[in-house]
T-cell receptor, first 114, second 110 residues
Framework: KAGVTQTPRYLIKTRGQQVTLSCSPISGHRSVSWYQQTPGQGLQFLFEYFSETQRNKGNFPGRFSGRQFSNSRSEMNVSTLELGDSALYLC?????????????FGPGTRLTVT | SQQGEEDPQALSIQEGENATMNCSYKTSINNLQWYRQNSGRGLVHLILIRSNEREKHSGRLRVTLDTSKKSSSLLITASRAADTASYFCATVRDTDKLIFGTGTRLQVFP
């Protein structure tokens, strides 16, 4: 089976712009979660989607949003980018919702905001 | 905010030695998981231990969990250069959110 794929892998944007990141889960996986990783804050949970519904949300401002499509693919959007949004954004998929199951991570999208 | 604090922040050892990493957390959990991350890439799930388990093994990995002390340890035996990576503990609470610790950077020298 192909692993979790994320596109693009690298992205440079300017403050004030908006960005959309994409994640394709492992075939058959219905849950997709997003994480932000920065040197200062570490790995932080953004949100989880299951069956096209947001199931859980972390403590991030409303500029961060996401959605999931019927084929389980997910996108996350960040509007009005700030310098502090520079980070590695990781997507993870699992068979079902709930953390009792292991999560499979993609390689991440490295976003740089200038 | 992060649930777990890991100790040490960084660890350097020679191939063949054992590596021990510790994770402490603040609130009650359903389970605790360990992940490995190579050079800022995606994370790889290593092992999951439930709150009612005390010890678990997987190959060269041994994980312990002490819920009374709110701590866990990951032991990698007979380490290899390929084990060089960052290791994170992650806890699961009732909300099913996966909350990661700060991580331990392990360097294994040939």
């Amino acid at each position: 089976k192909a692993g979790v794929t994320q596109t693009p892998r690298y992205l440079i944007k300017t403050r004030g712009q908006q960005v959309t990141l994409s994640c394709s889960p492992i075939s058959g996986h219905r849950s997709v979660s997003w994480y932000q990783q920065t040197p200062g804050q570490g790995l932080q949970f953004l949100f989880e989607y299951f069956s096209e519904t947001q199931r859980n949300k972390g403590n991030f401002p409303g500029r961060f949003s996401g959605r999931q499509f019927s084929n389980s693919r997910s996108e996350m959007n960040v509007s009005t980018l700030e310098l502090g949004d520079s980070a590695l954004y990781l997507c993870a998929s699992s068979l079902e919702a709930g953390r009792l199951l292991e999560q499979y991570f993609g390689p991440g999208t490295r976003l740089t905001v200038t | 905010s992060q649930q777990g604090e890991e100790d040490p922040q960084a660890l350097s050892i020679q191939e063949g030695e054992n590596a021990t990493m510790n994770c402490s957390y603040k609130t009650s959990i359903n389970n605790l998981q360990w992940y490995r991350q190579n050079s800022g890439r995606g994370l790889v799930h290593l092992i999951l231990i439930r709150s009612n388990e005390r010890e678990k093994h997987s190959g060269r990995l041994r994980v312990t969990l002490d819920t009374s002390k709110k701590s866990s340890s990951l032991l990698i035996t007979a380490s290899r250069a390929a084990d060089t990576a960052s290791y994170f503990c992650a806890t699961v609470r009732d909300t099913d959110k996966l909350i990661f610790g700060t991580g331990t950077r392990l360097q294994v020298f040939p």
